[in-house]
């Protein structure tokens, strides 16, 4: 088989982003999350900080997510949604990666050989999260799981027409609070290697994130 790609979409606090991470490193695979960002960024002669304003992560409200750059920029979103998915494309064609959010799951569509997941968690189990591993404010993190929810919804449904966690448009819907990050990744990665009847190298995926613990997006 070719290059596969695994798509991931996760509710906040669910530790979508570290089960991302590791899976790509037992998979031996990229992972692309804010590369994204930083190419698009580079692609259309901006700051990283000004494309960073239409990611999922500033969550500060429906049309903050929709228009970054003003309500009156909607082309201009629309120029970098299809940046990006030009970039999702790109990648996808020409190696085996993850990608985590952005619509990839709409943009890869008609790839050959996708799997599109979806991690959740239950409302409890991702405040803990947020107030153990990041250490955030219990009052903070409530808002933040509130703010980050709406805007990724509203944006997913925007661009792709659809919900993030529709069943329909997903191959594997997932509790991280079942087995954690670690256990969630092994199991995932099981399933992979069945999926795509890959022989998948551990070991040899990037090394150049972050621990899981020390970023906010998850």
Same mark, same amino acid.
């Given at each position: ?27 031996? $695979?990229?992972?692309?999350?804010? /590369? ?7 692609? !259309? +002669?901006?700051?990283? #900080? @000004? ?67 979806? $991690?959740?968690?239950?409302?409890? /189990? ?7 591993? !990041? +250490?955030?404010?219990? #009052? @903070? ?78």
């Amino acid at each position: 088989m070719g290059n596969f790609v695994i798509t991931i979409n996760r509710d906040f606090g669910s530790l979508g982003r570290p089960i991302a991470k590791r899976l790509a490193e037992l998979l031996g $695979i990229e992972y692309y999350d804010r /590369d994204i960002v930083e190419a698009t960024a580079k692609k !259309l +002669h901006q700051p990283v #900080s @000004v494309i960073s304003e239409a990611e999922e992560r500033k969550a500060s409200g429906f049309f903050s997510m929709l228009f970054p750059l003003g309500r009156d920029t909607a082309p201009h979103q629309r120029t970098l949604f299809e940046t990006q998915a030009a970039f999702i494309q790109e990648v996808a064609s020409k190696q085996s990666c993850i990608i985590v959010g952005r619509c990839a799951d709409y943009v890869l569509r008609d790839h050959p050989s996708v799997m599109n997941i979806y $991690i959740y968690a239950s409302y409890a /189990d991702r405040l803990a999260n947020c107030v153990g591993p !990041l +250490h955030m404010e219990k #009052s @903070v993190a409530k808002k933040m799981i509130a703010g980050v929810d709406k805007a990724r919804a509203a944006y997913h449904r925007y661009w792709a027409g659809y919900a993030a966690n529709d069943p329909e448009h997903n191959h594997i819907i997932v509790n991280s609070a079942l087995l954690e990050v670690e256990g969630t990744a092994q199991a995932l990665a099981a399933i992979a290697r069945v999926r795509f009847g890959a022989d998948i190298a551990p070991g040899e995926g990037r090394e150049d994130h972050a621990p899981a613990a020390a970023s906010q997006d998850v």
